[in-house]
T-cell receptor
Framework: AQSVSQHNHHVILSEAASLELGCNYSYGGTVNLFWYVQYPGQHLQLLLKYFSGDPLVKGIKGFEAEFIKSKFSFNLRKPSVQWSDTAEYFCAVNAAGNNRKLIWGLGTSLAVNP | DVKVTQSSRYLVKRTGEKVFLECVQDMDHENMFWYRQDPGLGLRLIYFSYDVKMKEKGDIPEGYSVSREKKERFSLILESASTNQTSMYLC???????????????FGPGTRLTVL
């Protein structure tokens, strides 16, 4: 069965530190990849997505993610985090040709200390 | 912008009550979803619907049912609420993009349900 794993469940950083959140999926075919973010008290929203083309995609608020097909990974990065990046981050995958559902990781809770 | 609204932000019910959670989207999306979100368990799909009156079970459908009588509205029903159904319930919708799997889901604000 397809699955998505996020390596870190809780991450604590200081402001200006660099961030990398890991996401790996298990599916050998063509995939569509998503990162969603949920800020405290807000609804889940799309951060960025990858469908095809340049494997380095940029999203909102200075986030980017790199798709490495050989590693089945889609890691999220930000060079310098801010206190306002405190949130829960979810990686999700949809296999092309699959039904309309997303397979979700369990999420990573990020706390940024000012 | 896509807007997905949910009928209540907070709801408190008693064990055994029948509970209705409503979700409305305004972008003519074919797909609608109900998830529950619990700490450490991520998002778990309860049911989804890909057309009016069509539904499919997700990963945890037990104790829930759904209704989709109109395209824009998707209701989640707890037939007899139990304390283990205390959770955050999220509704989402997406436009069907065909077999490419590129549907992007848009979420409502969530309903925090407490069952006493």
């Amino acid at each position: 069965a397809q699955s998505v794993s996020q390596h870190n469940h809780h991450v604590i950083l200081s402001e200006a530190a660099s961030l990398e959140l890991g996401c790996n999926y298990s599916y050998g075919g063509t995939v569509n990849l998503f990162w969603y973010v949920q800020y405290p008290g807000q609804h889940l929203q799309l951060l960025l997505k990858y469908f095809s083309g340049d494997p380095l995609v940029k999203g909102i608020k200075g986030f980017e993610a790199e798709f490495i097909k050989s590693k089945f990974s889609f890691n999220l990065r930000k060079p310098s985090v801010q206190w306002s990046d405190t949130a829960e981050y979810f990686c999700a995958v949809n296999a092309a040709g699959n039904n309309r559902k997303l397979i979700w990781g369990l999420g990573t809770s990020l706390a940024v200390n000012p | 912008d896509v807007k997905v609204t949910q009928s209540s932000r907070y709801l408190v019910k008693r064990t055994g009550e029948k509970v209705f959670l409503e979700c409305v989207q305004d972008m003519d999306h074919e797909n609608m979803f109900w998830y529950r979100q619990d700490p450490g368990l991520g998002l778990r799909l309860i049911y989804f619907s890909y057309d009016v009156k069509m539904k499919e079970k997700g990963d945890i459908p037990e104790g829930y049912s759904v209704s989709r009588e109109k395209k824009e509205r998707f209701s989640l029903i707890l037939e007899s609420a139990s304390t283990n159904q205390t959770s955050m319930y999220l509704c989402a919708s997406s436009l069907y993009s065909g077999t490419s799997g590129r549907d992007t889901q848009y979420f409502g604000p969530g309903t925090r349900l407490t069952v006493l």
